[in-house]
């Protein structure tokens, strides 16, 4: 299992970017896929997951209505796109799956991350 991630970048206040998340090893669209923010000196934070449940998405409600998590299944790859970034959301993001259909809390297989820096 191997998740890479790639996007992130210094982005100004209420500007967006995407972030992209390639895996291998296994087919994503069968399982759940999340994403995962850290920044230093905080807890980690989930703030998107897809379901293979249902295809449902969750978020909290400290960037619902901003971040949309997408997939190709075809590409075997995850987005996130963010939108109305506040510096608050600056943070290292992570690409995360449990190989499991339901989003999980604490999954076992992680990216290696990618910095996001939104200036203010």
């Known amino acids: 299992v191997q998740l890479v991630e790639s996007g992130g970048g210094l982005v100004e206040i209420g500007g967006s970017l995407r972030l992209s998340c390639q895996a291998s090893?296994?087919?994503?669209?069968?399982?759940?896929m999340s994403w995962f923010r850290q920044a230093p000196g905080k807890e980690r934070e989930g703030v998107a997951c897809s379901s293979a449940i249902d295809g449902g998405t969750t978020y909290p409600s400290s960037v619902k209505g901003r971040f949309t998590i997408s997939r190709d299944n075809a590409d075997n790859s995850v987005y996130l796109q963010m939108d109305d970034l506040k510096p608050e959301d600056s943070a290292t993001y992570y690409c995360?799956?449990?190989?499991?259909?339901?989003?999980?809390?604490?999954?076992?297989?992680w990216g290696q991350g990618t910095q996001v820096t939104v200036s203010s």
């Open positions: 995360a799956t449990d190989l499991v259909e339901y989003c999980n809390l604490d999954p076992e297989y």
């Open positions: 090893g296994f087919t994503s669209g069968a399982y759940a």
